[in-house]
């Protein structure tokens, strides 16, 4: 297969500027809740086809705090993906095809500590893979890469995220583990008790896999763990209801995305980070023996370092 050029928009451009040139090097993913960003101006519409299929929708354009950015429903417009049915690979190269460097991705998650609070919010600096069989990785059919995955979030761009939420006057903790299940039902109590057992933070469904390409693609990652429940663990409260879910999650998008607009004024072009040279080393296979096919499909991913 093939990549395929980002489409132009079909008429569909919203706001009254015209088109602008400067690049778009910030990307928004929107989890559960979060469907679209509130003071984005100057909006347009760009489908991205990539090299891995189709993204969950097309990717909105336009300008937060007079930053350029991205932004794109995790889960489609209508909430139609489940977590499984993701296609992270088509979302992340979509992003990259489109210019960005660093990535704010925003998930709802249930928390496993009494003193992680529903309405509050959690920078994790590490995640544990409770998933199966997703398609976790860009590389495989010809080409063999490993890229280092023991800080698994940029450190750079968390410490950005969780000033800006005290800035914003959220209460955010800083580090933690968010342990990524199938889904899409919720835990068992059984299961709850052993994440919690385990010292695990808060659990949700999709963010590590959103890590793990991410890194492969050289993007700076960092996720915003917005705390809707107490997963099922917690005798003081019922178990885990959309209605009570729902409540919550309706004032954790309020104020993500004053974080989000606040975060915008600590980002920088410059990265003083190793994300941007992830695959630097990692790729094992000899250059001569990778498929044509495989040096078409990795070329918006990893282009420069298969010649």
Not at 22 to 28: H, L, Q, S, V
Not at 54 to 78: I, N, Q, T, W, Y
Not at 268 to 284: K, N, P, Q, V
Request: hydrophobic share 35%; with cysteine; glycine share 10%.
């Amino acid at each position: 297969m093939t990549a395929k050029k980002i489409r132009k928009p079909r008429g569909n451009s919203r706001g009254s500027a015209p088109r602008r040139a400067e690049p778009i090097r910030i990307g928004i993913i929107g989890g559960s809740g979060l469907y679209q960003m509130a003071g984005l101006t100057n909006t347009r519409e760009m489908e991205v086809r990539t090299p891995f299929g189709k993204p969950s929708d097309a990717l909105v354009v336009g300008d937060l705090e007079g930053r350029r950015v991205a932004f794109l429903s995790r889960h489609g417009r209508g909430h139609r993906l489940m977590p499984g049915e993701i296609n992270y690979r088509a979302n992340i190269c979509a992003l990259k095809m489109a210019g960005v460097e660093q990535i704010l991705s925003v998930s709802a998650v249930g928390s496993l500590r009494e003193d992680l609070a529903p309405g509050e919010f959690l920078i994790p600096d590490q995640f544990f893979d409770r998933t199966r069989g997703r398609r976790s990785t860009f590389f495989g059919e010809g080409v063999v890469a490993h890229v280092g995955f023991d800080k698994p979030t940029c450190g750079r761009l968390s410490r950005i995220v969780s000033d800006a939420s005290e800035r914003a006057g959220v209460t955010v903790h800083r580090g933690g583990t968010y342990i990524c299940m199938e889904g899409p039902q919720f835990s068992t109590l059984a299961e709850s008790q052993v994440y919690r057992g385990l010292g695990f933070d808060v659990i949700g469904m999709t963010n590590l896999t959103e890590a793990k390409l991410a890194r492969e693609a050289e993007m700076c990652y960092s996720t915003i763990a917005m705390i809707t429940d107490y997963d099922c663990w917690h005798s003081g409260h019922e178990s885990v209801s959309i209605s009570e879910i729902l409540k919550v999650m309706s004032r954790n998008t309020e104020n993500v995305q004053k974080v989000l607009r606040e975060a915008m004024s600590g980002l920088t072009e410059t990265r003083d980070c190793r994300c941007g040279s992830a695959l630097a080393h990692a790729i094992l296979t000899d250059r001569k023996a990778i498929p044509a096919a495989a040096r078409r499909r990795l070329a918006p991913i990893a282009g420069k370092y298969l010649d």
